[in-house]
């Protein structure tokens, strides 16, 4: 009993004393630190907008090809006596160099006896002329014998009438009166002979001239010359080979200027105003500067590790529109595509090449450029005003590749959102992080500035309505 009681008694003494040293405890702890929390916006990119002149580029794509092509057809038949060592596929020749020549022995035998013959029709005219001269002679003699025999029959008819003559004697000088006077019509028929006759020769000397221009044009023919400089893209014929008149031997194409068709749409061609027909004709008739009065192009080709540039000039426009896309095709003429050509380092412009073609139509003052993602179908952009999220109107002039040109709708200084927004709700709050314009776009072709939006120039601002 007592011991029952001695253990009942110490296990309420125990949680007597822990309640007492919990309480304790619980008493002397301090309630934690309160923090308060702070509302953040979302985190957006801006780049800030700044106004200046920026450049309205055209762009299209386009294969390279010869501006020229040129198909070896010889224009005689015969043996191949020379061949250029450089008539190869691929191997470059120049301006006026021999392709190859033909045989000229029977084109110059033709021309010898077509010679031969304008020296026979010459001594043959000599000798008429000659001819003509013994007529003349002859027919002055006879007709002052037939005044003699005149005189002569007058005389005898008066002394047949005084009985001193007899008749028969006046008869027999009647006769030689009219064989003079038969003398005299032959001469007279002998000379008029002599003039066609003359006039027949001078005419065949005339057609053995032309037989001879001909012949010699022949002879020229035998040897093919390059007409421009150019490469050669196929051959088919080799020394000795009997070459036909009409049938392609070769094919170069001209590498002095190569163009690029590229398809452009209507609404491009609104900002190519000096494309008319009458100046694409004025500026092709200025052979020291050609095209100089139509815009310059810029011509790109990527290679494998690098993006490789040329210099051009619009050149014209090609008859109607594509009937497939409804798009016009614009000719870019690129001259000297081998100029830059260094080996190892640039490769020439070449036929074949897939490229990108920029126009630079004109220059636009006081224009921001954005990104073409910054700009919304309603034509509105999102701009942060005091870090709350707003919604502008814009005027967009021209969109292209990853940009957008704009005429009004945006302040100097502005921040432009440019980062895509999920459900943006007017005067959310925003964090801000600006970033550099120029890392926004792909870089303009070389000899356009770069877009206004990346230079800080300062100073000037779009007006709201224009």
């Known amino acids: 009993m007592i011991r029952r009681a001695l253990v009942i008694v110490t296990v309420i003494a125990v949680l007597a004393v822990g309640v007492g040293g919990m309480r304790f405890l619980i008493s002397q702890r301090k309630p934690p630190p309160r923090q308060a929390t702070e509302v953040t916006g979302k985190l957006v990119r801006v780049m ?25 057809v010889p224009e005689i038949s015969g043996p191949v006596i020379r061949r250029s060592p450089y008539l190869r596929a691929g191997l470059h020749m120049r301006r006026g160099e021999v392709l190859f020549e033909i ?17 026979q029709y010459r001594k043959d005219i000599a000798v008429l002329q000659q001819q003509q001269r013994n007529h003349e002679a002859s027919l002055r003699i006879a007709k002052r014998n037939l005044a003699i025999a005149q005189a002569e029959l007058k005389r005898d008819d008066t002394l047949v009438k005084k009985g001193t003559i007899s008749s028969r004697e006046r008869n027999r000088q009647r006769q030689t ?25 001078e005419a065949s000397i005339a057609t053995a001239r032309v037989q001879l221009a001909e012949a010699k044009l022949q002879l020229e023919k035998t040897t093919l010359v ?21 049938r392609e031997v070769a094919k170069l194409h001209d590498t002095t200027a190569v163009e690029i068709p590229i398809s452009l749409t209507l609404d491009d061609l609104k900002w190519l105003p000096g494309l008319s027909p009458e100046a694409l004709r004025t500026a092709s008739d200025h052979a020291a500067a050609p095209f100089a009065q139509l815009p310059p192009a810029t011509v790109q080709w990527r290679g494998e590790t690098q993006v490789y ?26 001259r000297e595509p081998w100029k830059q050509f260094q080996p190892g380092e640039q490769p020439p412009l070449q036929p074949g090449m897939f490229c990108q073609v920029s126009i630079v139509a004109r220059r636009v003052p006081n224009a921001v ?9 309603d034509q509105t952009v999102f701009v942060a005003i ?4 707003a919604i502008r109107p814009v005027r967009v002039l021209h969109v292209q590749k990853d940009r957008a040109l704009l005429t009004a709708g ?49 100073g000037g601002s779009m007006s709201e309505g224009g």
């Open 48 to 72: 800030t907008v700044q106004p200046q002149e920026a450049p309205l580029v055209i762009e299209g794509f386009g294969t390279v090809r010869a501006k020229t092509e040129w198909s070896a």
């Open 103 to 119: 045989d000229p022995r029977p084109y110059e035998l033709a021309a010898r006896r077509i010679q031969a013959q304008i020296t």
């Open 177 to 201: 009166r009219n064989d003079i006077e038969q003398a005299v019509q032959t001469a007279q028929n002998n000379l008029q002979l002599i003039g066609p006759r003359i006039a027949t020769a």
């Open 226 to 246: 390059m007409p421009f400089d150019g490469q050669v893209l196929s051959s088919d014929v080799d020394l000795g080979e009997y070459v036909q008149a009409g």
């Open 309 to 334: 540039t040329w210099q051009g000039h619009v050149g014209r426009w090609e008859a109607g529109l594509d009937a497939r896309t409804r798009t016009l095709t614009l000719v870019v003429e690129v």
């Open 369 to 377: 450029v954005i990104p073409r993602a910054a700009l919304r179908p």
């Open 386 to 389: 005091n870090n709350a999220l």
């Open 410 to 458: 945006l302040r100097a200084g502005e921040p432009l959102v440019v980062s895509p927004l999920t459900a943006p709700v007017v005067g959310m709050q925003l964090r801000l992080r600006e970033v550099a314009p120029e890392t926004l776009f792909s870089p303009l072709p070389s000899g356009s500035s770069a877009p206004a939006a990346t230079v800080r120039t300062g």
